[in-house]
C-alpha cells in the first residue's frame, strides 16, 4: 500500500506507551500525604463557600460562544434552512435533481 | 385497433382530472373521493393495457383498502 | 420501443408525476402528503404497465391463450410488487399520522413539528 | 462446507428473513428463547458472510441464481441474457456485507437489556432482522429491481424502528419523516428501472452495463438514481431527516439505521463504477458528487458544533462522515476514465472511501450506543442538562473516548488511516478539497471535545448521584465494536490489504464483472 | 341473434346515457341517486345480459365444455353482486346524506322530520 | 346445520366459478376436491354470519317463489321505473318527498329484499329504517296526494305489492 | 353499525367474498390473480364486516394476535417451501412430477388445468395467507384505533 | 369492434359523471357520481372482455363489483358520522 508505507500505528503505540510511563512517573512524584474527602482536595475559592455544581458546570450551549459569534452570517442563513418540515426536505430534493439534470444534460 | 386506442387516449387524461381534484380541494373527504376514482380509473386502465393481474391487485388496494385506511384515518384525525 | 414513449399515456404519467410533486411540495396536511406519494406511486405503476403493453397483445396468460402477440409480462409482476409494497408503505404512515394527532392535535406539518435545527 | 459456501449468498439473507418470522411464533412462549434466536441467526449470518467472504477474496465473484439451475431461462431459445433473479456477490458487496452483519450483531446484544424497558420486543427484533435482510439483500442483489425491493424493506423497518417508542412525539415525527423520503426515493428509483426495462428489456446489472447506451433517458435515470441514493444517504442539501430520524431512533437501532445509509451508499457506487462505468461523462458525475460531499462534511460538521441534543449532533456528524466517503469516491469517479490518474492517485482515493466506510459505521455505531447509553442511564438526551457522568459510567466514558478519538482522526487511530488516504489522494487531485477535508476534521474534534467536556467532565451533579453503568449486554454490544476499533487501529494495513483492496479492484474492473457475471452463462 | 344483441346493447345505453344526464339534470341529491341508481343499473344488466347471449350462441356451437361458458356465468355473478351492491349502496347513500343533514330540495313532505328513528 | 348449509351454498358458487374445468359433466375431478376443501373452509368460518339459526330459506317453495317474484313481478317493475325516471329525467317534472311506511314485516331478510326492491323500482328509494319496528322511510320522487292521508302512509302507494311478496318469500 | 338492511346483505355476501378470495389464491397459476390479490379479496370481505358493524364486534371473533400468528405461519411457509429447493438452488420448484401439483400441462391453449405448476400454488397459499392475516390486521386495528381517539400525555 | 364501441360510449358517459364528481356541491353528490362510475366501469370491464375474447378477464368485474361496495360504505359511514 504506497499511500501508508510511511505510516504504522505501531510506532506510535509505542511512543505512547512510552509517553505515559513518563506521565506515571511525573504522578508518583505528587505529594503523598493528601487524603482524598478531607478540605485537602477541597476547592478553594479565596474563603468563599463552594458554589452549586450546576453553575460550576460550563453549559453546552455556551461552548464556543465566540465561534458562533463571528460567524454569524453563515450561522444565521444555514439554520434557518433546517426548518424541519418535510415538504422543505422535499423541495431540495426535487430542485436538486432539476438542477442536476440540466448540468448532466448540458454536458453531455 | 384504432378504437381501443381511443381509449387510451381518453382514461389518462381523465386520471389527470382526478389529480388535480384531489390537488384542488381542501376538505379531505373529497380528496378521498376524488383519489378513490383515480384508483378506479387506474385499474380500467391496467384492465385494458391486458394486464388483469395488476387490475385485480389494484382494484383490490387501491380501491377497496387504500380507501377505507384513508378513510378510518381521517375519521381519527381531523376532516380539513 | 423508445419511439413508444411519446405516446399519449406518458405524457399522462408526467402530468401525473408532476401534480404529485405539487402536492407533495406546497400541500402542509399530512394526509394530503400521502395522497401525493399515493398519486406518484399510481403514475409510476402506470408507467411500468405501459412500458410492457403491446398493441394488440394478448393477455400473458398461458390459459386459452390464441397464438399471437403477447403484452410483456416482467412489467406486470414488477407493478404487483410496487403495489404490495405501497399499500403498507400508506398504512404505515397513516398510522404514524394518527399518533402524530394523538401526541399533537395537529396534522399540519408545521404545527405538529417538534425536532428541528 | 463447499455447498454451503456456494449457498452461502442467499442463506445470509434467507436466515435473518426466516428468523424475522420465527421470533413471533416464539415470542408467545418464552422471551429468552427469542433473544437467543435473534442472536444465534444473526451469528449465523455474520458467519456465512465471512466464508463467503473468503472464498470470493480467494476465487472471486460468485453469482447464485435462484429458482434454477443455470440463470437463462429456457423457453426463447437462444436467449443468452439472465432473465432469472441472480445474486451478484463481489468483493465489494461482501464488504458492505461484512460491515451490516457486524453492526447488526452488536446492535442485537445491544438491544437485549435495552428492551426489557420497552413493550413490544418481539415486534421490535422482528423489524430488526427484516432491516438486516434489506441490507444484506440491497449489497447482494444482482438486479435493479431487486435493488427497489431490498430498499424498500429496509426503509419500511428502519421508520418502524426509528417510530418504534411510539410514547415520544418526536419518535414518531423522525419515523414519518423518514418513511416519506424512503418512499418517495425509492419511488424515484423505481422510475429509473423502468426508463432502464423501457429501453433495454433486461433488469440485470451486468447485462444492462454490457449494453448501456448512456442516451438523454439514461442520464436522466442516472440523475435520479444518483440523488434518489443521495437522499437516502443524507448528503446536504437533502439530510435535514437524518438527525430528526437518528436521534429518536431507539437505543441500537441507530446505529443499523446508520448503516442501512451505507448500504444506499454502496448501490450509489453500484451503479455508478458498474452500471454506467466509462460510458458515462465521468468528470461531470464524478465533480457532482465532489460537490455533494464537499458540502455534506462543512454544513454537517458546521451544525453539528451548534448542536446541543447529543444525538442529533451525532447525527450531524454521521452526515459529515458521509460527505469524505462522497469526497474520495467521486475523486475516484472523475478520474475514472484516465487510466494514469486513477493508478496515481484515484485507486487511494476510492480505496480511502472505502476504508471510510467500514471505520465510520464501527466508530459511529459505538458513539450513537454511547449516547443512546447515556440516555438510557439519565433520559434526558440535552447536553445541557449532563455532567460529570465519567464518574459513575466509566467504561462509557473510555468507550466514548475512543470512538471521538477515532472520528476526529487522531492518529492512532483507524479514522485517521483512512482520512489519510482521502488527503493525500485528493490532494493531487485539488489541493483545495483537501484542505476543506483537514478543516472539518478539525471542526469535528472541536465540538467532540464539546460533547465530552459536557457530558462526562465536570463537578459531580447531585441529581445524578445514584446513576449506575448500563447493563452487561449494552457493554458488550459496545465492547464489539471498541475491539474492533483498536484492531482496525493497529493493523491498517493488514485490514487495507485483505478487504479494502480487493474491493476497490472488483469496483474498477468493470469489464471484469461483466464478462465474469456474463460467462457463467 | 344480432338484431337482439343490438337491440339489448342500445337499450343499455340509452339507459347508462338517461342515468348520467339525471345526474345533471335533477336539483338535489336524493332525486340524482334515483337516476343514477336505477338506469345504470337497468343499462348494465341489459349489457351484460347483451355479453351472455353472445357467449351462450357461441358455447352452444362449440360444444358445452367450451371456455365461453366461463364468460356467460362470470358475467351473470358478476350482475347479481352488481343489482344488489347497487341497491344497498344507493339506500346506504341515501341514509348517510340524510344523517349529514342534506334536506330534500322541493319536498312535499318529510316524514322523517322530527320522527324518532331507534337506532 | 348451519355448517353445512353454509358450506354446500359456497361450494355451489365455487362450482359455477369453475365451469369448464374437465370432463366430469362439466368440471375436473380436482376441482371438484379443492372446492370441498374450500368450502369446508369457509363454511368453519362463517357459519355464523350467514345463517343465524333460520333456515327457512331452505324451503324449495321459497326459492321457488323469490324466482317468480324476480321474473314476473320484480323486473317488470324495475323497467317501469326506468322508462318513468327517463320520462322525469328528460321532462324535468318531479315532485319529490319523504315518506313513512310500516309494511309490518317479520324479519330482516324480508325487509331487505323490500328495500332493495323499493329501492330499484319506480321512483322510491330507501333512506331509513327504524331498526325496532321495522319501518322504512321511503324517499319518493313523485308523491300521490292520496298517499298523503294518515300517517304510517299506505305501502300500496308507495310500493304496490311488494310487501306481501316479502312477507310470502322470507316470512 | 349501519342500517339493518346493509347487515343483512353483509351476511348475505361475505362467505361468497371470502370463497372467491380463496378461489382467487388458489388459482393464482391459471387465471388472473393469486396469493396477494386473493388475500386483498378476503381481507376486503374483513373491512366489509368492520364497515357494517363495529371493529369491536369483529375483534371479539377475530383476535390481532391471531392474525399475527397466521402471518407469521404463512411467512414461514413460504420461506420452508423455498429452503426445500435448498438441494439444487434456494426457490428450486421440486414439486413437478410429484403426485401435489405436479402435473405437466400439455402444450399449448388449454383451459386451465389446477393440478400443475409444482411449487407456485403451494406458494400462493403462503403468500394469501399472510396477506389475509396483514391486510385484515391493518384495517382492523386502524379501526379500533380510531374508534376511540384520545389525546394522550 | 361492436363491443369496443360500446366501451367508447360508456367512457363517455364516465366523462358526463366525472364532471357531477367535480363541481357537486355537497359530499353525497360527489359519492354517488363515485358510484356511476364504479357501475358503468365494471360494465365497461365486461364488455371489453366479451370484446377481447378473454374469458378470463371477467373476474377483475367481479372483483369490483364486491369491492366497489366496500368503498362506498366505508364513505357512507363516514359521512353519516358512524363509528367504525
Redesign the interface.
Known amino acids: 500500500m504506497s499511500a501508508l508505507s510511511f505510516w504504522s500505528p505501531l510506532v506510535l503505540l509505542f511512543s505512547f506507551v512510552l509517553l505515559s510511563l513518563v506521565v506515571l512517573i511525573f504522578r508518583n512524584r505528587g505529594e503523598k500525604r493528601y487524603k482524598k474527602g478531607t478540605a485537602q482536595t477541597k476547592i478553594f475559592l479565596a474563603g468563599e463557600e463552594e458554589p452549586d455544581p450546576e453553575k460550576l458546570h460550563v453549559k453546552a450551549h455556551n461552548m464556543y460562544w465566540g465561534f458562533f459569534e463571528a460567524l454569524k452570517h453563515y450561522y444565521g442563513p444555514t439554520m434557518k434552512a433546517h426548518t424541519g418540515i418535510i415538504n422543505d426536505y422535499l423541495l431540495w430534493f426535487v430542485s436538486l435533481i432539476a438542477l442536476t439534470a440540466l448540468i448532466v444534460f448540458i454536458s453531455g | 385497433m384504432i378504437e381501443s386506442e381511443l381509449l387510451h387516449i381518453v382514461i389518462p387524461i381523465l386520471l389527470v382530472v382526478c389529480a388535480l381534484l384531489v390537488l384542488i380541494v381542501n376538505d379531505l373527504i373529497i380528496a378521498t373521493i376524488a383519489l378513490g376514482a383515480l384508483s378506479l380509473l387506474l385499474s380500467l386502465e391496467f384492465f385494458i393495457l391486458q394486464a388483469p393481474d395488476v387490475a385485480i391487485a389494484e382494484a383490490g388496494i387501491g380501491a377497496a383498502i387504500t380507501t377505507a385506511i384513508f378513510i378510518i384515518a381521517i375519521k381519527a384525525t381531523k376532516r380539513m | 420501443?423508445?419511439e413508444s414513449?411519446f405516446?399519449?399515456?406518458f405524457?399522462?404519467?408526467a402530468?401525473?408525476?408532476v401534480?404529485?410533486?405539487?402536492?407533495?411540495?406546497?400541500?402542509?396536511?399530512?394526509?394530503?402528503?400521502?395522497?401525493?406519494?399515493?398519486?406518484?406511486?399510481?403514475a409510476?405503476?402506470?408507467?411500468?404497465?405501459?412500458?410492457?403493453?403491446r398493441?394488440?397483445?394478448?393477455?400473458?396468460?398461458?390459459?386459452?391463450?390464441?397464438?399471437k402477440l403477447m403484452?410483456?409480462p416482467?412489467?406486470?409482476a414488477?407493478?404487483?410488487?410496487?403495489?404490495?409494497?405501497?399499500?403498507?408503505?400508506?398504512?404505515?404512515?397513516?398510522?404514524?399520522?394518527?399518533?402524530?394527532?394523538?401526541?399533537?392535535?395537529d396534522?399540519d406539518?408545521?404545527k405538529?413539528?417538534?425536532?428541528?435545527? | 462446507m463447499q455447498s454451503l459456501i456456494i449457498h452461502s449468498p442467499i442463506l445470509a439473507i434467507a436466515i435473518p428473513l426466516l428468523a424475522a418470522f420465527l421470533t413471533p411464533l416464539i415470542g408467545k412462549f418464552s422471551s429468552k428463547a427469542r433473544d437467543i434466536v435473534v442472536i444465534v441467526a444473526l451469528a449465523v449470518t455474520e458467519f456465512l458472510v465471512l466464508i463467503l467472504a473468503r472464498d470470493i477474496y480467494a476465487s472471486g465473484l460468485h453469482v447464485y441464481t435462484l429458482g434454477a439451475l443455470s440463470p437463462t431461462l429456457a423457453t426463447p431459445e437462444n436467449f443468452m441474457i439472465p432473465v432469472r433473479i441472480v445474486l451478484e456477490v463481489d468483493a465489494m458487496s461482501v464488504f458492505m456485507g461484512i460491515i451490516s452483519a457486524t453492526v447488526a450483531l452488536a446492535a442485537a446484544i445491544y438491544s437485549i437489556s435495552f428492551m426489557k424497558r420497552e413493550t413490544g420486543g418481539t415486534k421490535f427484533y422482528t423489524l430488526l432482522l427484516l432491516l438486516t435482510v434489506g441490507m444484506i439483500g440491497l449489497e447482494f442483489t444482482g438486479d435493479l429491481f431487486n435493488m427497489f425491493i431490498f430498499l424498500e424493506i429496509l426503509s419500511i423497518s428502519g421508520a418502524a424502528l426509528a417510530g418504534f417508542r411510539i410514547r415520544y412525539a418526536d419518535a414518531i415525527e423522525g419515523g414519518f419523516k423518514y418513511l416519506v423520503i424512503s418512499a418517495i426515493g425509492a419511488l424515484v428509483v423505481l422510475f429509473a428501472v423502468g426508463i432502464f426495462y423501457g429501453q433495454y428489456n433486461l433488469l440485470n446489472i451486468a447485462a444492462l452495463a454490457k449494453v448501456m447506451q448512456y442516451t438523454s433517458l439514461d442520464q436522466l435515470a442516472l440523475v435520479l438514481l444518483i440523488m434518489a441514493f443521495g437522499m437516502k444517504l443524507a448528503s446536504v442539501p437533502m439530510h435535514m431527516w437524518a438527525p430528526d430520524t437518528y436521534s429518536v431512533a431507539p437505543a441500537g437501532t441507530t446505529p443499523m439505521i446508520y448503516v442501512a445509509s451505507q448500504a444506499c451508499l454502496y448501490a450509489l457506487i453500484r451503479i455508478c463504477f458498474t452500471l454506467y462505468g466509462v460510458t458515462m461523462n465521468t468528470s461531470t458525475i464524478g465533480w457532482i458528487i465532489i460537490v455533494l460531499g464537499v458540502l455534506s462534511m462543512f454544513i454537517g460538521v458546521t451544525v453539528a458544533v451548534k448542536q446541543t441534543d447529543i444525538k442529533r449532533l451525532m447525527a450531524y456528524h454521521a452526515i459529515s462522515q458521509s460527505g469524505y466517503m462522497l469526497l474520495g469516491i467521486g475523486v475516484g469517479i472523475a478520474v475514472l476514465a484516465d487510466p494514469v490518474a486513477l493508478a496515481a492517485y484515484g485507486k487511494t482515493a476510492i480505496s480511502g472511501g472505502i476504508f471510510h466506510i467500514v471505520n465510520n459505521a464501527l466508530y459511529k455505531g459505538l458513539l450513537f450506543l454511547t449516547a443512546e447509553a447515556l440516555f438510557f442511564s439519565l433520559g434526558t438526551r440535552d447536553l445541557n442538562k449532563m455532567g460529570g457522568m465519567a464518574r459513575n459510567m466509566k467504561y462509557t466514558t473510555i468507550f466514548f473516548i475512543i470512538g471521538a478519538l477515532a472520528i476526529s482522526g487522531i492518529p492512532p487511530f483507524n479514522g485517521f488511516t483512512s482520512k489519510l488516504m482521502i488527503y493525500e489522494s485528493v490532494y493531487q487531485f485539488s489541493p483545495l478539497l483537501a484542505v476543506i477535508a483537514m478543516l472539518v476534521s478539525i471542526l469535528t474534534l472541536a465540538s467532540f471535545t464539546k460533547a465530552f467536556q459536557s457530558a462526562f467532565t465536570g463537578p459531580a451533579l447531585p441529581q445524578y448521584n445514584n446513576v449506575k453503568e448500563v447493563p452487561k449486554p449494552m457493554l458488550i454490544g459496545m465492547g464489539i465494536l471498541a475491539v474492533l476499533i483498536v484492531f482496525f487501529s493497529l493493523f491498517p494495513n493488514l485490514v487495507v490489504n485483505t478487504i479494502v483492496n480487493p474491493a476497490t479492484d472488483s469496483l474498477i474492473n468493470q469489464a471484469g464483472y461483466i464478462s465474469s457475471v456474463m460467462g457463467g452463462l | 341473434m344480432n338484431i337482439a344483441l343490438y337491440i339489448f346493447i342500445g337499450i343499455g345505453c340509452l339507459f347508462n346515457l338517461i342515468g348520467v344526464i339525471g345526474l345533471h339534470r335533477f336539483p338535489d341529491f336524493y332525486t340524482r341517486l334515483h337516476a343514477a341508481t336505477k338506469c345504470t343499473t337497468f343499462g348494465s344488466i341489459f349489457l351484460i345480459i347483451a355479453v351472455m347471449i353472445q357467449s351462450i350462441a357461441i358455447w352452444t356451437t362449440e360444444g358445452i365444455s367450451s371456455p365461453e361458458s366461463v364468460l356467460s356465468i362470470h358475467s351473470f355473478i358478476a350482475m347479481i353482486a352488481l343489482v344488489l351492491t347497487n341497491a344497498t349502496g344507493a339506500h346506504a347513500i341515501a341514509r348517510a346524506g340524510h344523517r349529514s343533514g342534506v334536506k330534500p330540495v322541493r319536498a312535499v313532505v318529510d316524514d322523517i322530520d322530527g320522527a324518532k328513528i331507534n337506532d | 346445520m348451519a355448517f353445512l348449509v353454509t358450506s354446500i351454498t359456497v361450494y355451489i358458487f365455487y362450482l359455477l366459478m369453475t365451469t369448464s374445468s374437465g370432463n366430469l359433466l362439466l368440471w375436473s375431478k380436482e376441482e371438484l376436491i379443492i372446492g370441498g376443501v374450500l368450502a369446508i373452509v369457509v363454511g368453519a368460518l362463517t357459519k355464523n354470519i350467514l345463517v343465524k339459526k333460520d333456515l327457512r330459506m331452505l324451503s324449495p317453495r321459497r326459492i321457488f317463489l323469490f324466482l317468480i317474484y324476480l321474473i314476473f313481478v320484480w323486473f317488470p317493475a324495475l323497467a317501469v321505473a326506468n322508462i318513468d325516471v327517463a320520462y322525469r329525467v328528460i321532462t324535468g317534472k318531479i315532485n319529490p318527498g319523504i315518506v313513512k311506511i310500516q309494511p309490518k314485516l317479520p324479519n330482516d331478510l324480508s325487509l331487505m329484499i323490500l328495500a332493495n326492491s323499493i329501492t330499484l323500482t319506480p321512483g322510491t328509494l330507501s333512506v331509513e329504517v327504524d331498526e325496532k319496528t321495522n319501518a322504512l322511510y321511503v324517499h319518493w320522487i313523485n308523491v300521490d296526494k292520496a298517499a298523503l292521508k294518515k300517517m304510517p302512509r299506505d305501502p300500496k302507494y308507495v310500493c304496490g305489492k311488494f310487501p306481501e311478496w316479502a312477507r310470502r318469500i322470507a316470512g | 353499525m349501519m342500517s339493518k338492511i346493509v347487515r343483512t346483505i353483509t351476511n348475505l355476501f361475505t362467505p361468497f367474498i371470502f370463497m372467491f378470495g380463496l378461489y382467487v389464491i388458489i388459482h393464482g397459476h391459471i387465471t388472473p390473480g393469486g396469493g396477494f390479490q386473493g388475500g386483498a379479496v378476503f381481507a376486503s370481505g374483513i373491512a366489509l364486516l368492520i364497515v357494517a358493524f363495529n371493529s369491536k364486534k369483529v375483534q371479539k371473533h377475530l383476535k390481532e394476535h391471531h392474525l399475527s400468528i397466521i402471518e407469521s405461519s404463512g411467512a414461514l411457509m413460504f420461506i420452508g417451501l423455498a429452503f426445500a429447493g435448498l438441494a439444487f438452488t434456494f426457490f428450486f420448484n421440486i414439486l413437478i412430477g410429484s403426485p401435489i401439483f405436479g402435473q405437466i400441462p400439455p402444450e399449448g391453449s388449454n383451459p386451465g388445468f389446477i393440478w400443475t405448476a409444482g411449487v407456485i400454488p403451494l406458494m400462493n397459499i403462503a403468500v394469501g395467507l399472510k396477506v389475509i392475516a396483514g391486510l385484515s390486521a391493518i384495517v382492523l386495528v386502524m379501526a379500533l384505533s380510531s374508534s376511540n381517539v384520545r389525546i394522550e400525555e | 369492434m361492436m363491443w369496443i364501441s360500446v366501451a367508447i360510449a360508456l367512457v363517455i358517459f364516465i366523462i358526463v359523471a366525472l364532471i357531477r364528481l367535480i363541481i357537486g356541491p355537497t359530499i353525497p353528490d360527489r359519492l354517488v357520481a363515485l358510484d356511476t362510475i364504479n357501475t358503468i366501469v365494471i360494465v365497461i370491464m365486461i364488455v371489453l372482455g366479451a370484446a377481447f375474447k378473454e374469458v378470463l378477464l371477467i373476474d377483475v368485474a367481479i372483483v369490483y363489483a364486491v369491492l366497489s361496495f366496500i368503498t362506498t360504505l366505508f364513505i357512507a359511514k363516514y359521512i353519516e358520522k358512524g363509528n367504525f
Open positions: 420501443m423508445t414513449l405516446n399519449i399515456p405524457l399522462a404519467i402530468a401525473l408525476i401534480i404529485s410533486l405539487y402536492i407533495i411540495i406546497t400541500q402542509k396536511n399530512l394526509i394530503k402528503l400521502v395522497m401525493g406519494i399515493v398519486i406518484l406511486e399510481s409510476v405503476n402506470f408507467f411500468l404497465v405501459s412500458l410492457g403493453y398493441s394488440g397483445g394478448a393477455t400473458p396468460i398461458y390459459t386459452n391463450a390464441p397464438e403484452v410483456l416482467v412489467p406486470q414488477l407493478t404487483l410488487t410496487s403495489i404490495v409494497i405501497g399499500v403498507s408503505v400508506t398504512a404505515l404512515m397513516l398510522s404514524m399520522i394518527i399518533l402524530i394527532y394523538r401526541h399533537t392535535g396534522i406539518a408545521e405538529s413539528r417538534r425536532l428541528k435545527g
